[in-house]
């Protein structure tokens, strides 16, 4: 619950600076109005102090208030002008080298797996983007870190880019549980019909997966190296068995409760790297 709050916080401070970078235009009217009302009223009480003096000390009086505050307002404008040009290069920077290739890489992941509702065959977590068969690869974050750009990663997006990888990794460990699992009940059933434990080597893991996706044709494996005298309605009814068993199972069930945060929290990483990088576009370089 805490890393939820959290976590609608980040996002909230997000969204009301992307509000203030787009009326950007709006408040600094108001400040600009704002000095100036401050001048004229500052002028207004001038003359009035020096009511019954002569002109040419009212003059003098208006030319220095002047002169003041226009000395403050150029100067504060060349510091806020030379700041801004180093923050426009250093944010643009930034958004460059760190927010766009992580948005890349997980909207990659969205659109390909968790959108679709589709669990991955196997999860990389590695510097060095490795491509798999139905799996998928987290690498932007793991090189990030291993360089300097780690340094100017804002402790908020450090702090939700830990939270996801949280989540992963406790969807990995449920996808080794049910693994596991899978792999006793095909024992089981087995032996349970008179037959020998399984000798396919990771078998479980194929099994596992197919369940998790609602598929059944790889579900043959399992009777594969059976004798060849074997009935086939035998077959089928090993084939269902071990089906239903890791269908039913808590461990599946699990793996299904970790994927649904790993999806949620997937989806907030996402909307926080659209939001850093719309507020650095808007900011720097509309």
């Known amino acids: 619950m805490k890393d939820k709050i959290k976590a609608f916080m980040r996002l909230g401070k997000l969204q009301i600076s992307v509000f203030i970078q787009k009326k950007r235009k709006v408040i600094w009217a108001l400040v600009i109005l704002a000095v100036i009302v401050v001048v004229w009223k500052s002028f207004e009480k001038i003359v009035e102090v020096s009511t019954g003096q002569d002109e040419t000390t009212i003059t003098v009086a208006g030319t220095l208030l002047g002169a003041i505050i226009g000395g403050i307002l150029s100067l504060y404008g060349s510091i806020w002008v030379n700041s801004r040009q180093q923050r426009a290069a250093q944010n643009i920077k930034v958004k460059k080298q760190i927010y766009s290739p992580l948005y890349d890489e997980l909207k990659e992941i969205e659109d390909e797996f968790l959108a679709q509702g589709i669990q991955p065959y196997s999860i990389e977590i590695s510097r060095e983007k490795e491509s798999h068969w139905g799996g998928t690869c987290f690498s932007a974050w793991e090189r990030i870190k291993s360089d300097t750009r780690y340094l100017e990663v804002p402790d908020s997006l450090k702090a939700q880019i830990e939270a996801l990888g949280k ?120």
């Not at 790889?218 to 090993?238: A, G, N, P, R």
């Open 167 to 286: 989540v992963v990794l406790e969807y990995l460990a449920a996808r080794s549980e049910l693994d596991v699992y899978a792999k006793k009940a095909i024992d089981n059933v087995l032996q349970q019909n008179g037959q020998a434990p399984c000798k396919v080597i990771n078998l479980e893991k194929l099994i596992a997966y197919n369940v998790l996706e609602g598929k059944t044709d790889e579900l043959s494996y399992i009777t594969s190296d059976l004798k060849k005298d074997v009935d086939k309605q035998l077959c089928q009814k090993i084939e269902s068995e071990v089906w239903a068993q890791i269908n039913e199972s808590p461990q599946k069930e699990k793996v299904d409760e970790n994927y649904r945060k790993w999806k949620q929290v997937h989806s907030q990483t996402i909307k926080m790297l659209e939001l850093m990088i719309k507020k650095v576009n808007l900011k720097y370089e509309d």
